[in-house]
């Protein structure tokens, strides 16, 4: 496969294309998802409905491991046969899922008790979202328009059911309950689509698991990090009455200065309602990447690999047309 040909470079701009097209059409069912959420429950339920996403997304890379782009490492050079790295995947699930959901339970617990309850719900995701990591399979054979169908349909879906079921009256809860059902009926489609390039089995792989985990830590490091650096604003405004009340006997802490009435549910309900609209532009370079990804792990050519590298840089930085 070399950069010259001229497949490769129609392949990525109809991939990038349809994934740009499909993730607008997600976004715009997101915002719609995100209005219909906070007027059903309200400021200080959409808040309370943060906290616990943000609880579920900080142990979600546990579950799945960040081993996608690996997988596509490892296939594209020939390392790890597709058959087996699939197997792999579904044997990491299985062991990696429960924990992570158990582990949740006692996090919630530690951090507010009263959100068990809303986590043992909302974490039943991990065994769905960790099966959802086969999309890696569908990334390794290139098939992004196809991974890019099952995430837009996980979001269309969840948008139908949660219009559906918020307007004959529903909590937090059913929320959950509709974002799992969402994923479910995606999975159907997905599982299709994998089984074209795979069987789908569960085998007994733990040393090619073990090899992928010992690879993805510093990917599952860095998720963390980010997801803290972008979540811990929402744990703050959360537990700002206990905060003012540590800083209070901090020597020369400004007592008549300080806010001493706030609503935390209300302030998160309030930030992650907005932080919605300043998610949105990182997609356009993700999405990019993304969508060369495969190609570059498929040139093998030192030269080949380091210009087609370099030419995604400067698009990326806005100074070169393909």
Not at 98 to 111: E, M
Not at 117 to 128: K, P
Not at 190 to 197: D, G, I, L, T
């Amino acid at each position: 496969m070399k950069l010259s040909d001229r497949p490769i470079l129609k392949k990525f701009v109809s991939d990038f294309s349809f994934s740009l097209l499909l993730k607008i059409i997600s976004m715009g069912a997101g915002l719609l998802v995100t209005r219909m959420l906070a007027r059903r429950l309200g400021v200080d339920g959409y808040g309370t409905y943060s906290i616990a996403c943000a609880l579920i997304m900080l142990l979600q890379v546990f579950v799945q491991f960040n081993v996608r782009g690996i997988v596509v490492r490892e296939v594209q050079t020939g390392r790890l046969p597709i058959q087996k790295a699939a197997e792999t995947l579904l044997y990491l699930i299985c062991f990696t899922a429960p924990l992570a959901y158990l582990a949740l339970l006692g996090a919630g617990y530690l951090f507010q008790p009263g959100l068990v309850g809303l986590l043992a719900v909302g974490g039943l995701s991990y065994f769905l979202h960790g099966q959802r990591s086969l999309n890696a399979i569908l990334h390794a054979r290139g098939r992004i328009k196809t991974e890019s169908f099952v995430n837009c349909l996980v979001v269309i879906f969840n948008c139908v059911l949660l219009f559906f079921f918020l307007r004959r009256g529903g909590n937090i809860s059913t929320v959950f309950i509709c974002g799992l059902a969402a994923v479910g009926l995606a999975l159907i489609y997905q599982n299709y689509a994998v089984s074209r390039e795979v069987t789908i089995r569960v085998g007994n792989h733990p040393r090619p698991a073990l090899n992928l985990i010992g690879q993805s830590w510093p990917l599952v490091f860095s998720a963390l990090v980010q997801l803290i650096h972008s979540r811990a604003d929402l744990f703050m405004l959360e537990k700002f009455p206990l905060i003012v009340e540590l800083a209070r006997h901090l020597p020369f802490f400004p007592a008549n200065g300080a806010v001493t009435v706030i609503d935390p549910a209300h302030q998160v309900g309030i930030y992650a309602g907005a932080y919605r609209f300043f998610e949105m532009p990182i997609f356009i370079p993700t999405y990019i990447l993304a969508t060369g990804y495969p190609i570059l792990a498929g040139l093998t050519v030192r030269r080949e690999f380091t210009d087609f590298g370099k030419k995604l840089l400067l698009l990326l930085a806005g100074r070169r047309r393909w």
